[in-house]
Antibody, heavy 123, light 107 residues
């Protein structure tokens, strides 16, 4: 069974940093891309960023709203993807989801989601 | 960036109704379009990819169509478990973008 479990969320002050983890199981993690998607309270889904599998260079893409502040990485030996959040702002308050991107069909479509972890940025 | 516009933003329907949600891209995205369902307090669930292909385990009452800029999600016979918010997402080019969502409520 495919599972994605996020962790690392919590309350953090503006300007500080946080690292989220996405631990995968039930599939060969290294063969898939990973997206991070967030949802502010009462709002819709916002795409945050993406990391390709190593077969496609392991490169990353980011939304303009987080580029230069957030960094996605992966540790395939542990089946974990990370989202490093720096210089946090109050508007980064959201539930953060990781999702698996399936590159076996054309494009990088999301097929599985984690349950999410809440990040609250407040003084 | 490609903008995704969903309509309507909300709708009220009865059990058994046929429901159609539309999603329009600001430029052509071929068929790189996905649909997701989200219930309150829960993570999204993947329903459809490549505009019309059902994800594994998704019932056939869900169907998708379209290509280029205009897409639709149809629920053939609405059931109580289908009341949720539905989102489209383009994955043709980065940044991948979501529509604003369509909330399907009980009439």
């Amino acid at each position: 069974e495919v599972q994605l479990v996020e962790s690392g969320g919590g309350l953090v002050q503006p300007g500080r940093s946080l690292r989220l983890s996405c631990t995968a199981s039930g599939f060969t993690f290294g063969d898939y891309g990973v997206s991070w998607v967030r949802q502010a309270p009462g709002k819709g889904l916002e795409w945050v960023g993406f990391i390709r599998s190593k077969a496609y260079g392991g490169t990353t893409e980011y939304a303009a709203s987080v580029k230069g502040r957030f960094t996605i990485s992966r540790e395939d030996s542990k089946s974990i993807a990370y989202l490093q959040l720096n210089s946090l702002k109050t508007e980064d308050t959201a539930v953060y989801y990781c999702a698996r991107n399936n590159g076996y069909t054309p494009g990088w479509q999301i097929d599985y989601w984690g349950q999410g972890t809440l990040v609250t940025v407040s003084s | 960036d490609i903008q995704m516009t969903q309509s309507p933003s909300s709708l009220s329907a009865s059990v058994g109704d046929r429901v159609t949600i539309t999603c329009r891209a600001s430029q052509g995205i071929s068929n790189y379009l996905a649909w997701f369902q989200q219930k309150p307090g829960k993570a999204p669930k993947s329903l459809i990819y490549a505009a019309s292909s059902l994800q594994s385990g998704v019932p056939s009452k869900f169907s998708g169509s379209g290509s280029g800029t205009d897409f639709t999600l149809t629920i053939s016979s609405l059931q109580p478990e289908d009341f949720a918010t539905y989102y489209c997402q383009q994955y043709n080019s980065f940044p991948f973008t979501f529509g604003g969502g369509t909330k399907v409520e009980i009439k």
